[in-house]
């Protein structure tokens, strides 16, 4: 199964972006192969509309989890239809490595 | 005048198809008019009929008043006659609508998840795989803090004694302590108009 994770850098100790469209990073972890890819956000200094881009950026990836900080009001009727599932997690402080290793739990 | 806008309907999931075709046509010059149906119809055909639930209970679901679940349900019922009688294509498609799902917060880890698909029975956790979570409300939250908010103080018309205004309580149902009259909003014309006439 594939999650994507917001993420502010592109590295493992970087943090839990708290924004979903406008997120540095996007990194599609598999959890079955262990794999992880990180993609740069193209909408990251998008004026409208970054939502939705970057739904369709994820859902291009087949991932069934999203974990970030906060989803916008355009996304979550968006990804309901699309049967994605969103994790909120309120931690700013939170590395990916960490959310890596309860994902792996 | 305007009319009203339409409430948003909720719908839980789409449909798994688009629309239903027919086949064995026996003359050529059917009409190839389509009918469209709405998702919100759809979802009222689904919870009324394949469900088996009141409308009641029907309309809960689909947060709008009872009375406009029945005229969305007629309205599916009127339009699948059509396209049966007729030999016409169903698609279905539109309406006023919103996709909603459940939200769980996870008392572990301290995060919050939703379920997308329904007919799939959450068991843990998405994200630390404890089953220490819970359904959370938003609405119980959002009325605490407007229950903050609310600064206002009832007046007595007739002693003018104050008390601080309870949040969802009208002001005339509480009694004042003194004269046992119904009380009024303090500020408001009403209780100013009250005051002049010598109460």
Same mark, same amino acid.
């Given at each position: 199964?594939?999650?994507?994770?917001?993420?502010?850098?592109?590295?493992?100790?970087?943090?839990?972006?708290?924004?979903?469209?406008?997120?540095?990073?996007?990194?599609?972890?598999?959890?079955?192969?262990? &794999?992880?890819?990180?993609?740069?956000?193209?909408?990251?200094?998008?004026?409208?509309?970054?939502?939705?881009?970057?739904?369709?950026?994820?859902?291009?990836?087949?991932?069934?989890?999203?974990?970030?900080?906060?989803? &916008?009001?355009?996304?979550?009727?968006?990804?309901?239809?699309?049967?994605?599932?969103?994790?909120?997690? #309120?931690?700013?402080?939170?590395?990916?490595?960490?959310?890596?290793?309860?994902?792996? #739990? | /005048?305007?009319?009203?806008?339409?409430? %948003?309907?909720?719908?839980?999931? @789409?449909?798994?198809?688009?629309? $239903?075709?027919?086949?064995?046509?026996?003359?050529?010059?059917?009409?190839?008019?389509?009918? $469209? %149906?709405?998702?919100?119809?759809?979802?009222?055909?689904? %919870?009324?009929?394949?469900?088996?639930?009141?409308?009641?209970?029907?309309?809960? +679901? /689909?947060?709008?008043?009872?009375?406009?679940?029945?005229? *969305?349900?007629?309205?599916?019922?009127?339009? +699948?006659?059509?396209?049966?009688?007729?030999?016409?294509?169903?698609?279905?498609?539109?309406?006023?609508?919103?996709?909603?799902? !459940?939200?769980?917060?996870?008392?572990?880890?301290? =995060? $919050?998840?939703?379920?997308?698909?329904?007919?799939?029975?959450?068991?843990?956790?998405? %994200?630390?795989?404890?089953?220490? $979570?819970?359904?959370?409300?938003?609405?119980?939250?959002?009325?605490?803090?407007? /229950? *903050?908010?609310?600064?206002?103080?009832?007046? =007595?018309?007739?002693?003018?004694?104050?008390?601080?205004?309870?949040?969802?309580?009208?002001?005339?149902? !509480?009694? =004042?302590?003194? =004269?046992?009259?119904?009380?009024?909003?303090?500020?408001? @014309?009403?209780?100013?108009?009250?005051?002049?006439?010598?109460?």
């Amino acid at each position: 199964m594939k999650v994507a994770i917001t993420s502010t850098g592109n590295s493992l100790d970087s943090t839990l972006d708290q924004r979903f469209g406008r997120c540095g990073f996007f990194i599609i972890y598999d959890t079955d192969a262990k &794999g992880m890819e990180f993609i740069p956000n193209p909408n990251k200094d998008a004026q409208e509309g970054a939502g939705p881009a970057s739904v369709q950026l994820v859902a291009s990836r087949n991932v069934q989890k999203i974990i970030s900080g906060e989803f &916008g009001i355009k996304i979550k009727s968006l990804l309901d239809s699309l049967k994605i599932q969103m994790v909120v997690l #309120k931690e700013p402080e939170k590395t990916i490595g960490e959310i890596i290793e309860l994902l792996n #739990k | /005048m305007s009319p009203r806008p339409k409430r %948003l309907r909720k719908i839980s999931n @789409p449909p798994i198809i688009s629309g $239903f075709k027919p086949y064995g046509k026996k003359k050529t010059d059917i009409n190839t008019e389509s009918v $469209f %149906l709405h998702y919100e119809e759809y979802e009222a055909l689904r %919870l009324c009929d394949y469900e088996m639930l009141n409308h009641h209970k029907a309309s809960v +679901i /689909m947060d709008v008043s009872r009375p406009t679940l029945t005229r *969305i349900y007629a309205r599916a019922r009127q339009k +699948i006659a059509e396209a049966l009688v007729k030999g016409s294509q169903i698609i279905i498609e539109g309406g006023k609508i919103y996709f909603d799902s !459940e939200w769980f917060s996870c008392k572990n880890c301290g =995060c $919050f998840f939703n379920n997308p698909d329904k007919q799939v029975v959450i068991k843990e956790c998405p %994200l630390c795989k404890s089953n220490n $979570f819970s359904s959370y409300e938003q609405n119980t939250f959002e009325t605490e803090e407007s /229950m *903050i908010r609310c600064n206002d103080i009832c007046v =007595c018309p007739a002693c003018g004694h104050e008390q601080p205004h309870q949040f969802g309580r009208p002001c005339n149902d !509480e009694i =004042c302590p003194k =004269c046992s009259k119904g009380m009024v909003r303090k500020g408001t @014309p009403h209780s100013r108009s009250r005051n002049r006439r010598g109460y």
